[in-house]
Nanobody
Framework: QVQLVQSGGGLVQAGGSLTLSCAAS????????IGWFRQAPGKEREFVAR????????YQLDSVKGRFTISRDNAKNTGYLQMNNLLAEDTAVYYC????????????WGQGTQVTVSS
């Protein structure tokens, strides 16, 4: 059974930084794209960032460009979301997900981690 274990959330002041991690129990992790999503209270889940299986292509929500960086370390079976200059509106539960290369869907999801930004 594939598991994605997230870590790194917490409470931070506006302007601060956090790094989220997503560790996968999957030997073929390097064949999967990684996505990060978030869901704020009372809102629908939204896409935040995506990195291709190779790590060569990344995509980000416009509102996080220049502040968030998505990356991966295939040797560690782990994906990351580095978040800088956090804003109150970034407060949400963040989820990582992985999907097979060549596809757009995400097959496995992490448990979610709370990020709270105080203004």
């Amino acid at each position: 059974q594939v598991q994605l274990v997230q870590s790194g959330g917490g409470l931070v002041q506006a302007g601060g930084s956090l790094t989220l991690s997503c560790a996968a129990s999957l030997r073929t992790f390097s064949s999967y794209n990684i996505g990060w999503f978030r869901q704020a209270p009372g809102k629908e889940r939204e896409f935040v960032a995506r990195i291709s299986w190779s790590g060569l292509r990344t995509y980000q929500l416009d509102s996080v460009k220049g502040r968030f960086t998505i990356s991966r370390d295939n040797a560690k079976n782990t994906g990351y979301l580095q978040m800088n200059n956090l804003l109150a509106e970034d407060t949400a539960v963040y989820y990582c997900a992985i999907g097979r290369r060549g596809g757009m869907d995400f097959d496995y999801w992490g448990q979610g981690t709370q990020v709270t930004v105080s203004s």
